[in-house]
């Protein structure tokens, strides 16, 4: 093994709903491959055990990232890998710890410079999937006189949205393991200008049969804040089961330029 392979540790957040469980496929090729991996479940998802109707801010939903950023040895950089709303976390870590993060690659995911000021963000990084009817549940921990706490996709809309393209292995795997999300902590969330964001190398992989992250959405949030490379799979929303082999490769390419940057 390299000396350069034995320093690279890939950090893989999940997106709104799901956990570490997610990249159960990629972390497997990864380490087969000598890499380092920590998958981490955000607070209120996976297996952590904090109830999502009791987050109410982005930083506290967070925590796990914030600890592991702040734990690492001063000498080593880590390559975030963020999917969907995972994306939010990524640009928060940037923002934050940008002496930390080797790269950040963007899984069919979020990637807001500024978090959602305008309402052009949100027309590019909010999903809209009321084409497909009244999909949430809802939970209304505060009372139902109070605004939603936390949200899930019904189960019998998850894999026509989500894994459409995903063995049905993966996706009954998901309908057992999704949680609700806490969706206070997510709503509006903005960064403020920390550390030197852009000195921290962006990739975006783009999922062309997605039906949560429209095209038109992926492709304005590239032009707003260009990344160094951009892939591009004809998956769904969730090529970590759908597609991959191809996930993984594309992970090494974007290894492979960072070698070749150095």
């Known amino acids: ?83 969907s709303a995972g994306g939010m976390s990524l640009t928060f870590a940037i923002h934050r710890f940008s002496q930390k993060i080797r790269m950040a690659i963007y899984v069919a995911a979020t990637m807001l410079k500024h978090g959602f000021v305008t309402p052009q963000d949100n027309e590019n990084g909010d999903p809209d999937l009321s084409i497909y009817g009244d999909v949430y549940k809802m939970t209304y921990g505060l009372g139902a006189d109070q605004p939603p706490t936390s949200m899930i996709i019904k189960e019998e809309f998850q894999r026509k949205i989500l894994y459409h393209l995903s063995p049905i292995e993966d996706s009954t795997l998901a309908a057992m393991l999704v949680r609700a999300g806490p969706l206070r902590a997510l709503e509006g969330v903005q960064f403020r200008e920390g550390g030197d964001a852009d000195s921290v190398p962006r990739v975006f992989i783009k999922t062309l049969q997605d039906r949560v992250l429209k095209q038109e959405q992926q492709e304005a949030m590239l032009k707003r804040w260009p990344p160094a490379l951009v892939f591009a799979l004809e998956s769904d929303h969730s090529p970590f089961f759908s597609m991959p082999t191809l996930l993984f490769a594309f992970l090494l390419k974007a290894v492979a330029s960072i070698k070749a940057a150095t």
């Open 1 to 83: 093994m390299s000396e350069t392979t034995e320093k690279l540790h890939f950090v893989m957040v999940h997106g709104f709903g799901h956990g570490a469980w997610c990249w159960y496929k990629i972390r497997s090729l990864l380490e087969a491959s000598d890499y380092k991996v920590s998958c981490i479940d955000l607070k209120g998802s996976g297996m952590d055990p904090s109830d999502p109707n009791t987050i109410f801010s982005f930083q506290d939903y967070n925590k796990p990232l914030i600890d592991l950023l702040s734990n690492l040895p001063h000498n080593e950089k880590v390559i975030l890998v963020g999917h």
